[in-house]
């Protein structure tokens, strides 16, 4: 009945064809004794040569031809039903990178080979896409080398259709694939003004040949290609031929252009980039970069990657140098590119941006103004309690938003969360995992834990496998609620625990209920307020994880209270205003993208803007322009990236930038005079366990260079090292910390304590070194770990760093120095490590110029192509130090080998 169906429907393809196209076939004799299942390659010039070859083969064929069908096709809604008809096999775009696309395509291989060995005939066009220009292009495509490999019983036949290139339905008119939608309905429309019957006639010649297997080199996958293009082009170059749509109107003569080639800027990509890029491709090929190859314009598919390799090739990078980009790209120029961030990643740098109308609000006042008299505050001493009596005292006020899920207002928040709460509370465990970006459903899922009565611990993936697989060791995490993209693009499992993709967990909610809930946000909001989980606020309300810049990540427990009296204290530091908006794209693995960006806009009350990738820089900029935030939170290297992608206005709304993690350059506070004239970078200083704010610049009085003085509810005490004593004013001393927002202690944490007893109280040791002026403000002098003792003296890592960080400022493409060193049994080994050529006559030079002497000095300078760093963004020296190390042993070989 099938097979009698799908006939009758090819028939009525061929007749409505005729309308249109006068096609004639040779070589079908051949195709009459065929025994067995075949395998059709034609070339591809246009849209309508699928339906012209199957229509006329399909009464010559013995076992029906299955087509293989590229996703954009196959899913246009008025063709779907046909494709179901005639049992297409719909092939992954590989256009938009991911590792599932990756696994999809390979099963569609199996799939095929599968099907054959079943005695199934399969059409599939060995270019897998539209003919570009007047030749057929195959390429390093796999799919067709690797079928015919690996089926030996297969009977190849090759199709060349000649005629149609220059078609409406082809690539000749504009040089890129025509809109099929649009093409349906402009021919339909031509069809009715020849009255279907009169219309001028284009010819068409399909030439049909069974090939012999030996004819075909199977061995290598570029001959096999070559092969085939040498027989679709055996006449080519094809000229474009026009044919009149109406007799009497329309135009008379085509005009076609060639397909457009995609500008690549590269001459500001780095050198050592591009070294490196091309190094992996080369590993990818198995072989050198020949010169003429390792130009911009070079195409990956002329090089022997196909798309799949393409695709693997882009995401390795991606992983490897941290930027994103949702393009496969073509080009070798393409990979520099993207693995300089210069690829634009989400939507938001791509499309015009629509900003909702319910986002928009009064012109932000001038820094230090607050005209309305109106300033955010905290509702309640819990983070569950604080997010409901916010949403409820102003339902239709904005509250996050991003590119993707537009922008939600309160009521809307509050209902997902509750509808999300509802699924989490079903989860047996007390804590859960949750692993997403900076974005509207991270902020969902983050109170929704809390609603649940959950307490979530926020996965920091770019520990990797490992380093999660600690996390969750340390929790007691057997669930990890994230969304399947961003799995499918990381590439990455969690050893001991399951994913639940919000993708599930969204399919679950019904309208009904939904509604439901909504009426209730009318009716009865104070019912919200009844029905959450009881909390304390000493309980914990979230775990995080330590960056393991020095050590294996600590699982760090922050409480209720430790949270919103840090947010309680940052409002007090921000003094905003309820016109004010905050631009939020750090991920909530990361103190401060939790406390800033998720819990201090929402349990405050000030709008929020969110962006999933924080390496984008002009995707942000754009969204800087279009959505107009008064408020940045972010650290110095991302600033720096955002204000460098900067070209025209679009930081102008920009009043208060606040920054931590590391140093503010000079030349990041002088991009930002120029392009953020209004701003004022407000430099911190802050640390996970402390929720994390623990001393901030004042509006009122800033002073450049320093990290300020601490906020309202942290008591600070400077004292030596070793003995505890209290410093001198104006000495140099370590940081000892306690108050509300404090931590206490962490969890499953067998080491030394963190905490001192100074005075009868106990202080949270930072291990960091600082000095304070007279007015209270701190200077930050380095880290207590990361000083060195050697003749006595304690020698300062980050002071012998700062001149050569001065002379070699960090820029978009990460640091270019570290010091790093390690006591020794012979007294010590401090090394330099440079992305910069500096010999260590001139690093000592530089140290002189600064002023350090003796004991200040390196032991040695190593050249390396990146200096490490963490996905906060923060030097590796961990991973310096183990080279160090390596040093050490390497010189100690070398002397136990030296003859004597």
Not at 616 to 622: K, Q
Request: net charge negative; aromatic share 8%.
């Amino acid at each position: 009945m099938r097979v009698a169906l799908e006939k009758s429907f090819w028939f009525v393809v061929r007749m409505i064809l005729r309308l249109r196209y006068r096609v004639r076939v040779d070589g079908l004799e051949q195709l009459r004794a065929l025994e067995g299942p075949v395998l059709v390659l034609p070339n591809h010039p246009c849209y309508i040569d699928p339906p012209t070859v199957l229509s006329h083969l399909y009464r010559t064929v013995k076992v029906p031809l299955r087509p293989l069908v590229y996703s954009g096709t196959y899913r246009v809604p008025f063709l779907l039903p046909l494709m179901k008809l005639v049992r297409a096999f719909e092939v992954p775009d590989l256009s938009a990178q991911s590792q599932s696309a990756v696994v999809q395509a390979q099963q569609l291989i199996d799939t095929v080979v599968e099907g054959i060995d079943q005695g199934n005939s399969f059409i599939i066009y060995p270019s897998g896409r539209l003919q570009r220009t007047n030749r057929e292009k195959i390429g390093s495509n796999r799919l067709v080398h690797e079928v015919v490999s690996r089926c030996p019983s297969v009977t190849v036949v090759l199709v060349r259709t000649r005629g149609l290139w220059g078609s409406l339905w082809g690539c000749a008119r504009t040089g890129q694939p025509p809109d099929l939608t649009y093409n349906v309905f402009e021919a339909l429309g031509w069809l009715l003004a020849g009255l279907f019957f009169f219309l001028p006639r284009r010819n068409v010649h399909l030439h049909v040949e069974a090939i012999s297997r030996e004819d075909l080199p199977t061995d290598s996958r570029e001959a096999f290609n070559r092969k085939l293009e040498e027989w679709f082009n055996a006449d080519a170059p094809e000229l474009p031929i026009f044919v009149r749509y109406n007799y009497l109107f329309g135009p008379v003569k085509g005009v076609y252009q060639p397909p457009a080639m995609t500008d690549i800027e590269t001459t500001t990509i780095d050198e050592k980039i591009i070294g490196q890029v091309n190094e992996l491709v080369a590993s990818f090929l198995k072989r050198d970069l020949i010169d003429n190859e390792q130009v911009a314009g070079t195409r990956l598919e002329d090089l022997g990657l196909d798309s799949l390799d393409r695709m693997e090739l882009a995401l390795r990078i991606e992983q490897q140098f941290g930027f994103q980009s949702d393009d496969v790209v073509e080009t070798l120029g393409g990979l520099w590119s993207l693995a300089d961030g210069k690829l634009a990643a989400g939507s938001a740098a791509k499309e015009t941006l629509a900003v909702p109308k319910n986002w928009a609000s009064s012109v932000t006042p001038m820094v230090g103004q607050n005209d309305s008299g109106k300033s955010p505050w905290l509702l309640d001493e819990t983070v569950a309690a604080a997010f409901v009596q916010r949403m409820i005292e102003s339902p239709e006020a904005a509250a996050t938003g991003d590119p993707m899920s537009g922008v939600l207002s309160r009521r809307r928040l509050l209902v997902a969360a509750t509808l999300m709460a509802r699924r989490f509370e079903k989860i047996p465990h007390q804590h859960v995992g949750v692993m997403l970006p900076a974005s509207v459903a991270a902020d969902i899922v983050f109170y929704a834990m809390h609603l649940a009565g959950k307490t979530p611990v926020m996965m920091n993936w770019t520990t990797g496998p490992s380093g999660l697989a600690h996390g969750i060791e340390m929790t007691a995490v057997r669930q990890v609620v994230t969304s399947s993209r961003l799995v499918d693009r990381l590439g990455i499992t969690i050893e001991g625990a399951d994913y639940i993709f919000l993708e599930d967990v969204k399919k679950s909610i019904k309208k009904t209920e939904a509604m439901g809930l909504m009426a209730r946000t009318y009716l009865r909001p104070s019912s919200f307020l009844r029905n959450m989980p009881k909390q304390n606020e000493r309980d914990p309300a979230v775990f995080l994880f330590t960056s393991g810049s020095e050590s294996a990540p600590k699982t760090v427990p922050l409480t209720h209270l430790n949270l919103l009296t840090n947010i309680h204290d940052s409002l007090a530091v921000l003094q905003p205003d309820e016109s004010d908006s905050l631009l939020g794209f750090l991920p909530p693995f990361h103190s401060f993208g939790l406390t800033g960006n998720v819990l201090l806009p929402q349990l405050s009350g000030i709008r929020s803007i969110r962006y999933a990738d924080p390496t984008d820089a002009p995707g942000l900029v754009r969204l800087i322009g279009a959505y107009k935030p008064s408020m940045l939170f972010t650290t110095p290297t991302f600033l720096g990236y955002i204000l460098a992608n900067c070209s025209g206005d679009e930081m102008q709304s920009l009043r208060k930038i606040i920054t931590g993690a590391e140093a503010c350059p000079e030349t990041t506070h002088e991009l930002c005079a120029d392009k953020a004239p209004e701003a004022i970078i407000l430099e911190g200083y802050g640390i996970t366990e402390c929720s994390p704010v623990v001393a901030a610049n004042r509006i009122e009085k800033n002073k450049h260079g320093s990290i300020g003085k601490p906020v309202e509810h942290v008591e600070a005490k400077i004292v030596h090292h070793e003995t505890l004593e209290q410093v001198q004013d104006g000495e140099t001393g370590m940081l000892l910390v306690r108050g509300d927002s404090i931590f206490d202690g962490y969890h499953s944490y067998e080491g030394p304590s963190p905490f001192v007893e100074v005075e009868d109280q106990q202080w949270y040791r930072t291990g960091d070194l600082v000095s304070a002026d007279e007015d209270g403000y701190l200077q930050f002098r380095g880290r207590l770990k990361r000083f060195l003792k050697a003749g006595g003296e304690m020698i300062s890592l980050p002071a012998l760093e700062k001149p050569f960080q001065k002379k070699f400022p960090a820029d978009e493409n990460g640091p270019h120095v570290a010091v790093e060193g390690i006591e020794t049994a012979a007294g010590r080994m401090i090394v330099l490590f440079t992305t910069v050529d500096i010999s260590m006559r001139e690093a000592s030079e530089v140290l002189l110029e600064a002023g350090l002497r003796g004991v200040m000095r390196l032991d040695a300078v190593e050249r390396i192509e990146t200096i490490p760093v963490l996905g906060t963004g923060k030097t590796d020296y961990k991973s310096l130090r183990l080279q160090v190390e390596a040093l050490v042993e390497k010189g100690m070989e070398r002397q136990s080998t030296k003859p004597v």
